[in-house]
Nanobody, 117 residues
């Protein structure tokens, strides 16, 4: 069993930045691809970004078209943590953001991000 704990959400004005963190329990973190997903009210959960394993700071990344150029996913395997740096935030980025570990199929509890116009 692996536990994921997200943090870093909050309220920010459009154009602002936030950095989300997801800390994973256990030593298996470095062997797993990780993802950030989000779910806005009334909408399905969608992939924001994912990162594979490679070395201590991660391998290849994938981004949703809507966040390319604005968001950056990264990881630090020495801290069992994956990050999502979000810049140039827009009101449509408002959602609950969830961390996901692929091989376990486990989700974090989510962290709310609200972007005001």
């Amino acid at each position: 069993q692996v536990q994921l704990v997200e943090s870093g959400g909050g309220l920010v004005q459009a154009g602002g930045s936030l950095r989300l963190s997801c800390a994973a329990s256990g030593s298996i973190f470095r062997f797993n691809s990780m993802g950030w997903y989000r779910q806005a009210p009334g909408k399905q959960r969608e992939l924001v970004a994912s990162i594979t394993t490679s070395g201590s700071t991660g391998g290849s990344t994938v981004y949703a078209d809507s966040v390319k150029g604005r968001f950056t996913i990264s990881r630090d395997n020495t801290k069992n943590t994956v990050y999502l740096q979000m810049n140039s935030l827009k009101p449509e980025d408002t959602a609950v953001y969830y961390c996901y570990i692929y091989s376990f199929g486990s989700w974090g509890q989510g962290t709310q991000v609200t972007v005001s116009s």
